[in-house]
């Protein structure tokens, strides 16, 4: 059983930089794969980045690679969304989710994935 909590989220401007946190209960936290996704307001939870329970790779939506970075901290129980040159169209509810398939299994899919954080809301104005 894993418990995520996001934080990290606000207001920017385009071009500006956050960095979002992802929180993690449980003492076997490097078995977890987590990705991130983001829920627009009326549009699909959409992926956004992946990371295996190592932190060994990675794997990116088209949308943000080259701006996005994702690490984790498995002394620290968490996981990183590093978010640089946000655009508007970036403005959403930002998830962490860990899924129990496999440590080194990345999956783009949210139905993968058995843990759920509450969400951070980013947005970022033009």
């Known amino acids: 059983q894993v418990q995520l909590v996001e934080s990290g989220g606000g207001l920017v401007q385009a071009g500006d930089s956050l960095r979002l946190s992802c929180a993690a209960s449980g003492r076997t936290f490097s078995m977890y794969p987590v990705g991130w996704f983001r829920q627009a307001p009326g549009k699909d939870r959409d992926f956004v980045a992946a990371?295996?329970?190592?932190?060994?790779?990675?794997t990116y939506a088209d949308s943000v690679k080259g701006r996005f970075t994702i690490s984790r901290d498995n002394a620290e129980n968490t996981v990183y969304l590093q978010m640089n040159s946000l655009r508007p169209e970036d403005t959403a509810v930002y998830y962490c989710a860990a899924h129990s398939r496999g440590s080194t299994w990345l999956s783009r899919s949210s139905r993968s994935y058995d843990y759920w954080g509450q969400g951070t809301q980013v947005t970022v104005s033009s």
């Open positions: 990371i295996t329970g190592s932190g060994g790779s990675t």
